[in-house]
């Protein structure tokens, strides 16, 4: 991996993050049945050479690492769950959004999709960036 951070991830690469992260370090079968777990029956399934492709690729863009385990490897998260997703966000305002978090926000608030809970945990979360006395 070359420069600080590895490159921009695709939806089935994180999808795969996302189960490295919760279920631990998993081999590509079992990715693949996790993966299948997830999906309707119309889908098709993902065949095996294909979470193997995305696995080498992720570990060459320094997102995973394996070890052997018998005939097989075992694949583990190499980046943290917190600043991977931090870096995604980052890319997403900053391709769809010109770099404008302010524009993420408005456009959000003006969606009607976004749920009253979900507005009070992001007052929430702002009073506690603020701290006790910025009122």
């Known amino acids: 991996m070359a420069g600080n951070s590895p490159s921009v ?19 590509v079968r079992e990715l693949r049945e996790e993966l299948a777990a997830g999906r309707s029956e ?24 394996h070890e052997a385990e018998g005939k097989t490897y075992r694949y583990k998260a190499k980046v943290p769950r917190v600043k ?13 959004f010109d770099g404008s978090t302010e524009a993420l926000l408005m456009g959000l608030a003006e969606s009607p999709d976004v749920s009253p809970e ?12 603020r701290g006790p006395n910025d009122e």
């Open 118 to 129: 979900v507005w009070e945990k992001l007052k929430s979360a702002i009073r506690r960036k």
């Open 9 to 27: 991830l695709s939806g089935r690469e994180y999808a795969i993050l996302k189960l490295l992260w919760e279920r631990g370090p998993l081999t």
């Open 84 to 96: 991977t997703t931090r870096r995604l966000i980052g890319d997403f305002v900053s391709r769809f």
């Open 42 to 65: 119309r889908d098709l399934e993902i065949p095996y050479t294909t979470v193997l492709s995305l696995l080498q690729l992720m570990r060459k863009k320094g997102y995973v690492v």
